[in-house]
């Protein structure tokens, strides 16, 4: 375990807070819209992430991590705002129309870091959202949706997989190998 003093963690959290900062203002810049997505055939959202629909499993990809919890609320709604545009963006380009009765969401983060890594310290919220709010889901309920976190340490690409298909079908494989 790395040893730093008191005041080099707060610098170092300070350093973190700008860059998400920094980062999620900037998103939108990242991947303009080109002059026919902007006036000729408008998509709304960001672009960045992109997905597909192979097997009825749709595979998002956003170019990010989820973040850690945020408490600036205006900060927290335009974190919102870019994975929200960027899932609106990327399912209305591919033109998916595909929902569930009951979904199963796993969520694949993958990141840099080469140590243990907490997955419960990230808001997934934003993502949830996203998949009720492209009607891929009813509603956020736990009616509608089960969902997992998976970590895959040492990526050479940071982003985050969403895929989602029929929870009966998930359940179905766990039956077939005795598990229910």
């Known amino acids: 375990m790395l040893e730093i003093e008191p005041q080099e963690e707060q610098t170092i ?3 973190y807070q700008a860059a998400v900062k920094v980062t999620t203002y900037l998103q939108p810049f990242a991947n303009p819209k080109s002059r026919e997505e902007k006036y000729i055939h408008p998509v709304a ?5 992109s997905v597909t629909n192979k097997k009825d499993i749709i595979r998002f990809s956003v170019p990010m991590i989820p973040p850690h919890a945020i408490r600036d609320q205006v900060l927290h709604s335009k974190m919102k705002d870019n994975w929200l545009g960027m899932m609106k963006y990327a399912y209305a380009k ?5 929902s569930f009765e009951h979904a199963m969401c796993q969520i ?3 990141h840099k870091l080469n140590a243990p890594w907490d997955v419960d310290n990230r808001v ?4 949830i959202d996203g998949l009720r709010f492209l009607s891929i889901i009813p509603d956020d309920s736990s009616k509608h949706l089960s969902y997992m976190i998976t970590g895959f340490p040492n990526s050479t690409e940071p982003r985050t997989e969403i895929l989602v298909t029929d929870f009966y079908r998930v359940r179905k494989l766990f039956q077939e190998i005795n598990y229910f």
Do not use: E, L, N
């Open 13 to 15: 959290k300070a350093a």
């Open 45 to 49: 959202g960001i672009p960045g992430a």
């Open 94 to 98: 591919a033109g998916i129309t595909q």
């Open 108 to 110: 694949q983060v993958h």
């Open 124 to 127: 997934y919220k934003y993502i």
